[in-house]
């Protein structure tokens, strides 16, 4: 059994489970160990948490470093990314998945900071490949693909000088597979070595909200674009997906201006979904938005101009103003049922 | 006495409003074409820090690390009240990742003195990366709190903020130093004074040119900021192999313009008989019920 330049993933708990993005990392690492030899770990920590645990088996991932302290139970940073910095001291993995979640991005960089290593935020694909600087040739690297400059570009990144190579990705980015049940997990507990004073943040409450609206779980969405962000094009919008029992989506534009709320935005910083029908809705479709929704089933794309990039990827386009087209697809619903 | 504010501020290209002269024929970005902006979150940032200088007190140093053109973002703090400014400047900055950014603005940090709290924007428009905030604050060795949506008490001793978080919100608690990360819900930026337009239009870095304007309003000026404080690398007594491109360890491999792999995208036509063929087709295909 390898015990260092394993793939690890920080595994992060949402409630009483385990968050749904750390399975999926836990998915992808698998994926990259395969193709490494290595195998996949996890780096866990809170308080009486442990039985939720070997869920991470079924998934791939062989053995789990788990930090259980009463300190440990509430999110605070400096803690937390220290454990997390300790644990890839003593087991040196070649690297390390996060999920881009609050609490991933708040100590994936504290980590790096304090490792001085690569990390690469928000990545839509992980590969292991090759990288050349100069004459010194680096193999299996992880290379790690993301949107960049407003998702206008993308650019493939490496830190192979730096150990680990780090990643975060977004919820629903990666594919989870159908889970093992035979499959087992070792879990390793780890002794808190955390003096109290790095315990700097009190928590005066944590209120959990039922989300207004899971994106992940729908099967059809209908998007607000610039094009449709007009209090007539919203209320189109939102006729169209009551209609349909879908649930409203919108480009991230249309958040920034604060027309919907940021909890719908789909895209590379938002949410990825893969519903069985897209309704892009006057979304010009930029790269950072089609990363989030071209995994969908169908894709019907609505926009007045022909050129908009959302047609390259829509299975069925309609060039026209959504004013128009939308009253005709509910008209056309309606006479359907 | 009062609270000693940091703000990090950074001068970005406006990628979210990318027109068509933006692009390149072979569908490439061309940066010079776009307009050079006030990362948005940061001036959230900026926002609460003169807030609390109005409630608690206290100064507010606004810090960027950029070529001198960087200096507007510096011009836009004083506009709107900041009490000092900082230009980071050097070459060998140039193609600096997050860490030998954090390590920088971190170094710059102490060089100007003690604080209490440093405010981040969440993010910047260019990366979305959010990791500069939390990297400064690993280096300083001092505490932190992230996408802060709210800012909900402060006085002297701690801040009191919401957070808003995947399952809902946190209601969180620090004692001096930290650094915290503003997003751009938490408040309305204010516009810039006419007043300190007037006053700061001309400065520069190193030396303040006395315009008339400036002439006029000279006492005030004097109390305050006399021009753009500009440190290098020597200033900040920063070590050059932890700054810029050889200070990071991650590299750009490859740039790949967006190449859009084309579907097979069947054209409805804007009518009632082309739209209601579409709706029966997805109705017969289970895709809608």
């Avoid at chain 2, 200096?71 to 400047?89: H, M, N, T």
């Avoid at chain 2, 070459?91 to 102490?110: C, E, H, P």
Wanted: with cysteine; proline share 4%.
């Amino acid at each position: 059994m390898a015990v260092d330049k394993n793939v690890m993933v920080f595994i992060e708990f949402d409630g009483d489970r385990i968050a749904d993005v750390s399975l999926e990392l836990v998915c992808e690492a698998k994926r990259l160990a395969d193709q490494l030899h290595v195998e996949v770990e996890g780096v866990a920590m809170g308080f009486e948490k442990q039985h939720l645990l070997p869920l991470l088996g079924q998934y791939g991932c062989s053995r789990v470093y788990y930090t259980n302290d009463k300190r440990l139970a509430c999110f605070s940073s400096v803690p937390y990314a220290e454990v997390v910095a300790q644990t890839l001291t003593r087991y040196h993995p070649q690297i390390v998945l996060f999920g881009a979640t609050t609490m991933g991005r708040d100590i994936a960089p504290r980590v790096a900071s304090k490792l001085k290593c690569g990390l690469t935020a928000d990545c839509t694909q992980l590969k292991i490949g090759s990288h050349k600087i100069k004459d010194k040739e680096f193999d299996n690297i992880l290379l790690q693909i993301r949107p960049a400059f407003g998702g206008n570009i993308i650019a493939t990144i490496v830190s192979p000088e730096s150990m680990p190579s780090m990643a975060t990705v977004r919820d629903g980015v990666m594919k989870m597979v159908d889970p093992d049940t035979l499959g087992d997990v070792a879990i390793v507990e780890e002794k808190c070595d955390v003096p109290d004073l790095c315990f700097l943040t009190e928590v005066l409450e944590a209120v959990r909200e039922e989300k207004a609206v899971d994106l992940k779980q729908a099967r059809i969405i209908v998007s607000a674009g610039m094009g449709a962000s007009d209090p007539e094009g919203i209320a189109l919008v939102k006729a169209l997906a009551d209609v349909l029992g879908g649930v409203v989506g919108s480009s991230r534009p249309v958040a920034d201006a604060g027309v919907l709320d940021r909890c719908r935005q789909v895209g590379q910083t938002g949410v990825t979904v893969r519903p069985n029908l897209y309704i892009a809705c006057g979304i010009s479709g930029q790269i950072q938005h089609r990363a989030g929704m071209e995994a969908a089933k169908r894709i019907i794309a609505i926009n007045q101009d022909p050129e908009a990039p959302i047609f390259s990827i829509a299975h069925y386009g309609i060039v026209g103003d959504i004013h128009e087209v939308i009253p005709r697809m509910i008209k056309a619903y309606k006479a359907k049922s | 006495m009062g609270l000693k504010m940091v703000v990090t501020v950074k001068q970005v290209p406006d990628t979210h409003n990318l027109s068509g002269e933006a692009m390149k024929p072979d569908g490439t970005v061309n940066r010079n074409a776009l307009p050079a902006i006030f990362n948005p979150e940061d001036m959230n940032a900026l926002e609460e820090a003169l807030k609390l200088k109005e409630t608690v007190g206290g100064t507010v140093t606004a810090i960027t690390m950029g070529p001198s053109k960087a200096k507007d973002v510096l011009k836009e703090c004083l506009f709107r009240g900041a009490d000092d400014v900082i230009l980071i400047s050097d070459r060998l900055f140039a193609g600096a990742d997050t860490l030998a950014t954090s390590y920088v603005l971190a170094a710059a940090i102490k060089k100007a003195g003690e604080f209490d709290l440093i405010l981040c924007g969440r993010q910047a428009i260019d990366g979305d990366t959010a990791q500069v905030g939390p990297q400064i604050a690993e280096k300083l060795g001092i505490n932190q709190l992230t996408c802060v949506s709210r800012v909900m008490a402060a006085d002297e001793n701690k801040i009191t903020v919401k957070r808003t978080v995947e399952s809902g919100y946190e209601i969180v608690r620090s004692a001096y130093p930290v650094l915290i990360t503003v997003m751009g819900g938490a408040n309305i930026p204010r516009s810039a004074s006419a007043k300190k337009v007037m006053m700061y239009k001309n400065v520069d870095s190193r030396v303040c040119e006395a315009s008339y304007d400036e002439a006029y309003l000279a006492p005030d000026l004097c109390d305050t900021v006399e021009y753009i404080k500009e440190w290098n690398a020597a200033a900040i007594e920063a070590d050059p192999d932890r700054c810029g491109l050889s200070g990071s360890p991650t590299k750009v491999k490859k740039i790949d313009s967006v190449v859009l792999t084309a579907r097979e995208v069947k054209q409805i036509e804007n009518s009632d008989a082309g739209i209601s063929a579409l709706v029966r087709e997805l109705v017969d295909e289970h895709i809608i019920g």
